[in-house]
């Protein structure tokens, strides 16, 4: 290993702008996110992948910020959950969660915002067992599933409607 | 937690990358998705100097057409692809259906089937589906490549055949008789499956030659063999029966133990279980029976 710090400069999208960070290769996505860019919606918790409380979208597909090298995004597209209420007006996700009460103490909710994002995505018209197989790596430590699954089938169904 | 520092190569070929792993020896390691190998350096349960980031490099990309009808994967395809990818589902159905099962939709994204091999985790799903199909490993090293079979390949927990200066480049997967079919079915309380069982049927006689590898539970994919045998050409009932007599003792002979997932009487009793709907499964008929 040499003996100075290597560094890599990097460049991607956040949340829709254009930046520049300068990293160590060890550097973790998420620390990047909430110590150099200040957004703190993206939360450490399990620290091993699992609770998906740390989710943020890299090419409108869930990644789990604090198993990610930041250098890995070089030239990518990164989604955190400030990036998606526009000019004051909520996601229509966050809309569903707070119309829905999905919410208990909070911690996993950006994560699982970020997810249904990305089901909604790639499936507009889930049903409900398909969206619990999609949510299945984004844990809510108070159990509210119920009310989460609620907001999503919301969703889905709103988008069932003919047009 | 941090990783402990390490430099990071990125290659662009193959010969590059194999190059690195030959200088740096057992300093040095692959590195994709990083499902396994992140978690593993936080927890400093792993630790090395030198990183050779493989994504980059674009010989090891892509899922090709086999002229014998299986499919080619390259190391570097992730479990979301594989769940998607046209061919896969077609001529590999039901390893579609697997790899849009594992762990959690950022392990899929992130996670290539290269590293889950590589990593030879037993509680993983692919190992036992792959095994039945026979599938083989080509390997590029700085002596050459080889080809191995994916039972040699994997040689017990965390542990399989490649050396340190060696890459695993594409997964074969040959392809099957006509009205071959296949089934895989796990069960965890965990994200890993505890237990999962593959059912591969090649059709013999008046039913089936069967392949089938129970993982989770044991190091690496092991033959139901006493099943194999005895279910052998038999219809379908028949066959059931002969699975539900042997399968037990097939059973109470893997290697397993009391972990997380569950003690190994219990892991013993799922493979029966799973057995049974698997092969079901490969059957089409309905699987709670």
Redesign the interface.
Known sequence: ??DE??V?DIAFRLNGEAVAARV?????LI?VLRERYGLRGAKRSC????C?AC?VLVDG????SC???A??VDGREVTTIEGLAHDGRLDPVQQAFVAHGAMQCGYCTPGMVL?VK?LLADNPRPTEEEAR??L???LCRCTGYVKIIEAVMSLAHTRREPA | MLPPRFDLHRPRSLDEAVALLARHGEEASPYAGGTELLIALKARVARFAHLVDLKGIAELRGVRAREDGGVDIGALATHHQLARDPLVRERLPGYAELSGNIANVRVRVAGTLGGNLCFAEPHADPPAMLCAYGARVQLRGAQGARVLALEEFLQGELTTARADDELLVRIEVPGLPRGARACYRAFGHLERPAVGVAALALPEGKGYRWRLRAGGLCGRPTALAAAERTMAGLEPAAALEALARTVEADAGALEAHDDLQGSADYKRYLVTVLARRAVRGALGLGEKA
């Open positions: 290993m040499s710090i290597p890599l160590e290769p060890r550097e973790l620390d620290d091993i992948g699992v998906g989710t597909l869930p990644a789990t198993s990610m090298l250098c890995d997810a990305a197989h999609y299945r790596g984004n």
